[in-house]
């Protein structure tokens, strides 16, 4: 469900006709719906209401989206934030969002990016290995800090979505294995400056099944027991992210958040823990479109080639996880064509759709790729020395530019030639 609709032939983000911000920004450009946002959290809110003790943690995925704008309406709504270096905590943090409801995954934390996150005395740091711990304490140990833990475990379980974006397998460089989780956490309580309150679990992202969801859940569960037998006073899951969103209309539909919420309730029923949850995807994908513009069209063997002024630098989820986007035109004439949906940048893979049945165009029309709110702009790069695509945040009629597309002058300032290299 999003605000993306078309009224009087034109498509508009929510009160906004997308042509007004091409006409005014340019394209490429990133356009985020507001009312998207917020109602996505609401729903997902909504789905976990009443799931384990108190009031559940949302903790938005970072790395979904980091920008300003976006982590301002998280914050704006209460949300916490799942971080995964110093850079996103420093983002979450500015945006407003409250330093106890930052949680520190990731599975290569430095010393320094530690000494930052407990400088600012965040909620959890997720540890994904025995020396990781051994190392926060030091760190915790020397500030004079006492922080809250808990182990990402890994379930080995198959989360059955695309093997780059899978997480929860033993072959998968994250968490401990959850068989030997219970010796990690004897060992953990004798560390200084480490409290064990919690246990944590993500298993992939763009999960269209809960099956191995509620699989990994039950071995947490099951973890839990045996930890609180042990005599750790485990008071918070943290359950990850990982649901799927839709991406193609002509696909069933991934199971809704009020699937989602049954089941965690029906799984964790006795647990007697706070619950968090880390999603990225299904709060900003559909929120997001990017905003481009067709070159030219040439001819093809099969298909005509579409050239956009997007590219896979912008937009990298096809090129690296053959992703399907909906591709629409923002004045569609009614019209169908069978084409190849291609960027200028000179590679085969910067290829966005082949012999993609889509709205005709021409020349100079716009077009919309949907769902780019999740690991869109924040995978972008200035490959082909391209400038970083830019971003708009739309709410109801209002919109504004929340990353400007820097000049291409940028590119060469950013850099310094040594004089024993200059002609
Ligand atoms: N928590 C942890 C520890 C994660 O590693 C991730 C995603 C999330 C939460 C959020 O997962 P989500 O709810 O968004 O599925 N670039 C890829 C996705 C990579 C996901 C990495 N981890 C893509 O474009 O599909």
Known sequence: MDYFTLRDGALHAEDVPLT??????????????????????????????????????????????????VLAAMARAGLGADVVSAGELLRAVAAGIA?????????????????????HGIGQFNLESEPEAVTLSAVASEMGREVAVAYRVNPDVDAGTHAKISTGKSENKFGIPIDTAPEAYARLSALPGLKA?????????QLTDLAPLEAAFAKVGTLITELRAAGHAITLADLGGGLGVSYNPALPLPPSPADYGAMVKRVTTGWGVRLAFEPGRLIVANAGLLLSRVIRVKDGAAHPWVIVDAAMNDLLRPSLYDAW???????????????NIVGPVCESGDTFAI????????DGDLVA???AGAYGATMAGTYNSRA??????????????????????????????????KA
């Open 369 to 371: 790729f949907f769902s």
């Open 20 to 69: 007004a911000i091409a006409d005014a920004v340019g394209t490429p450009v990133y356009v985020y719906s507001a009312a998207t946002i917020e109602r996505h959290i609401r729903v997902f809110r909504d789905a976990l209401a009443g799931a384990g003790e108190g009031e559940p943690l949302i903790a938005f995925a970072v790395k979904a989206n980091p920008n300003g704008a």
């Open 99 to 119: 330093p106890e409801k930052i949680v520190f995954s990731g599975v290569g934390k430095t010393r320094e990016e530690m000494a930052i996150a407990l400088s």
């Open 355 to 362: 012999a993609r049945e889509m709205d005709a165009v021409s």
């Open 197 to 205: 309150q919690g246990v944590a679990v993500h298993i992939g992202s």
């Open 388 to 421: 970083l695509v830019p971003e708009v945040m739309v709410s109801g009629d209002k919109w504004a530019v929340v990353r400007p597309r820097p000049p291409l002058e940028a590119l060469i300032e950013a850099e310094t030639i040594p004089d024993w290299l």
């Open 325 to 339: 986007h909906d591709i629409r035109a923002i004045a569609p004439t009614g019209e169908r064509i069978v084409a």
